[in-house]
Nanobody
C-alpha cells in the first residue's frame, strides 16, 4: 500500500527545535514534489514549505523562512522538515503531501499528520 507515514511531532518550548519526518512507502518519493502544510485551530491550511521533484524549486512561507529547512533523503525515501527557533505561532498539526506548486487537494498522497505544540 503506497502511503506517507509521519513522525516527529512533540511539545517543545519556545526557541526549541524539532525534526518532522515523512517516510514514503510503495512509491519512490524522488519522482514527486513534496510539501509540508499545517493547520492551526481556527485557521486555514497553510503551505509551510515544499520542494519540486524536477527543477529544484523550493518554497518557504515568509513566517518560517530562515527557521525551517526542507530536505529529501532519496536513499531513505524520506522527507524532513527541520524546525528551529520555534514560537507559539508554529503550533499546528503538520502534514506532508506530494504537492508543491500543484493544488494540494489533488495530491496523490497525504501523511496522517503530526501535532507540534510550542508552549512554555
Amino acid at each position: 500500500q503506497a502511503q506517507l507515514v509521519q513522525s516527529g511531532g512533540d511539545l517543545v518550548q519556545p526557541g526549541g527545535s524539532l525534526r518532522l519526518s515523512c517516510a514514503a512507502s510503495g512509491f519512490n518519493l524522488k519522482y514527486y514534489a513534496l510539501g509540508w502544510f499545517r493547520r492551526a485551530p481556527g485557521k486555514e491550511r497553510e503551505r509551510v514549505s515544499c520542494v519540486s521533484a524536477h527543477d529544484g524549486y523550493t518554497y518557504y512561507a515568509a513566517s518560517v523562512k530562515g527557521r525551517f529547512t526542507i530536505s529529501v533523503d532519496s536513499a531513505k525515501n524520506t522527507a524532513y522538515l527541520y524546525m528551529n527557533n520555534l514560537n507559539p505561532e508554529d503550533t499546528a498539526r503538520y502534514y506532508c503531501a506530494t504537492a508543491c506548486r500543484n493544488d494540494p487537494d489533488l495530491a496523490d498522497y497525504w501523511g496522517q499528520g503530526t501535532q507540534v505544540t510550542v508552549s512554555s
